[in-house]
């Protein structure tokens, strides 16, 4: 069983910025994709970027100009990378892994726990 850690949630001021991190207790088929899901209460899970081992990486298209993601296969880690901060960001963060970077929160094989960040003055 995979597990997924992430770190670097918090809370921050609108315009700010914040470094997501996730961690994959191996590597393997299921670490093939790595990705970010948010969710806010009685609203569904979305996808927000996710990166494949080989180095391709997609994020959002309504979050591109302020959120990147990157990854370190050495470290089986992927960074989230969010600037410029809105209240509207304020979610549940999850990690998630699978054999290829699917929308589907339904198709993620493993998850991590999450990690709040809350954005607010």
């Known amino acids: 069983q995979m597990l997924l850690t992430e770190s670097g949630g918090g809370s921050a001021q609108p315009g700010a910025s914040l470094r997501l991190v996730c961690t994959a207790s191996?590597?393997?088929?299921?670490?093939?994709?790595l990705s970010w899901f948010r969710q806010t209460p009685g609203s569904e899970r979305e996808k927000v970027a996710s990166?494949?081992?080989?180095?391709?990486?997609n994020v959002a298209k309504s979050l591109a100009g302020r959120f990147s993601i990157s990854r370190d296969n050495s470290k089986r880690t992927i960074y989230l990378d969010m600037i410029g901060l809105k209240p509207e960001d304020t979610a549940l963060y999850y990690c998630?892994?699978?054999?290829?970077?699917?929308?589907?929160?339904?198709?993620?094989?493993?998850w991590g726990p999450g990690t709040q960040v809350t954005v607010s003055s």
């Open positions: 998630a892994a699978a054999g290829s970077c699917y929308d589907s929160p339904d198709l993620q094989k493993f």
């Open positions: 990166a494949y081992d080989s180095g391709r990486r």
């Open positions: 191996e590597s393997g088929h299921y670490t093939t994709c």
